[in-house]
T-cell receptor, first 113, second 110 residues
Framework: NAGVTQTPKFRILKIGQSMTLQCTQDMNHNYMYWYRQDPGMGLKLIYYSVGAGITDKGEVPNGYNVSRSTTEDFPLRLELAAPSQTSVYFC????????????FGPGTRLTVT | KQEVTQIPAALSVPEGENLVLNCSFTDSAIYNLQWFRQDPGKGLTSLLLIQSSQREQTSGRLNASLDKSSGRSTLYIAASQPGDSATYLCAVGSARQLTFGSGTQLTVLP
């Protein structure tokens, strides 16, 4: 199993550009999550999904969109990138929301200039 | 709103020492608590998951405890090694998400 994979690893965007961060898991997990981590800080939840076709906002959803058309994939879309979105983005998955640990991808380091 | 605090923010110890990392949280209505390790520029590796009904979990040299009533968890590392140097994050689980602390950056000196 590859676990949770994310692409790209690094990206530089100009202000106002858009991009999609890809996330795929091969563990047949129902729950998937997107977090961002700013320097010296813990992770904050952006969006999560409890299954294909079901998504919900986390703590910091503004400026982002998600979709979940399959169990495996959970892409994160940034529209009109802003410098405040410079961060490291982590995707995670778990079998369920309460009794199972979350498994994390390697992250995408995004810089908006 | 759940808040998670980890103190100290950084810790430096000589090799071989036993050490304790602390995590406190404000809302005791949790489902679980998870400890992670993060190496520089890398993702998170899960170390231990403690369910709300459990008091502790052990894995090798690591032991994590949970006291829900006082809103505290500790991660005990025995016989520390330079390879243990990393940032350790605790995260408190509600029904649908984890709330993270800011982490403790551990350096184990040879």
């Amino acid at each position: 199993n590859a676990g949770v994979t994310q692409t790209p690893k690094f990206r530089i965007l100009k202000i106002g550009q858009s991009m999609t961060l890809q996330c795929t898991q091969d563990m047949n997990h129902n729950y998937m999550y997107w977090y961002r981590q700013d320097p010296g800080m813990g992770l904050k939840l952006i969006y999560y999904s409890v299954g294909a076709g079901i998504t919900d906002k986390g703590e910091v959803p503004n400026g982002y969109n998600v979709s979940r058309s399959t169990t495996e994939d959970f892409p994160l879309r940034l529209e009109l990138a802003a410098p405040s979105q410079t961060s490291v983005y982590f995707c995670a998955s778990s079998y369920s929301g309460r009794d199972h640990e979350q498994y994390f991808g390697p992250g995408t380091r995004l810089t908006v200039t | 709103k759940q808040e998670v605090t980890q103190i100290p923010a950084a810790l430096s110890v000589p090799e071989g020492e036993n050490l304790v990392l602390n995590c406190s949280f404000t809302d005791s209505a949790i489902y679980n608590l998870q400890w992670f390790r993060q190496d520089p520029g890398k993702g998170l590796t899960s170390l231990l998951l403690i369910q709300s009904s459990q008091r502790e979990q052990t894995s090798g040299r690591l032991n994590a405890s949970l006291d829900k009533s006082s809103g505290r968890s500790t991660l005990y590392i025995a016989a520390s090694q330079p390879g243990d140097s990393a940032t350790y994050l605790c995260a408190v689980g509600s029904a649908r998400q984890l709330t993270f602390g800011s982490g403790t950056q551990l350096t184990v000196l040879p």
